[in-house]
């Protein structure tokens, strides 16, 4: 994939950490603090797709943001 402008992907990178690390945090909350009814189900399942979404993210903006800096050179 090519990207060419740094800061949307480097945002994107940081964007796509925050939401898992969020959405996993909630996911932990909720089955600390109860299971059994169907809106903390609800709330676990919405958690867990928005990991994914997260995760996909950084997967996908990993490589250009990782170029870009190997890029820079020592400073």
Request: net charge negative; hydrophobic share 60%; glycine share 10%.
């Amino acid at each position: 994939m090519g990207f060419s402008d740094p800061v949307f992907i480097s945002l994107s990178f940081l964007i796509g950490g925050l939401i898992c690390l969020l959405s996993g945090s909630f996911t932990f909350l909720t089955l600390l603090a109860s299971v059994k009814d169907a809106n903390a189900e609800f709330v676990l399942l919405l958690s867990l797709i928005a990991f994914g979404f997260g995760a996909a993210t950084v997967r996908v903006t990993a490589e250009p943001v990782l170029t870009w800096l190997a890029g820079l050179g020592p400073v």
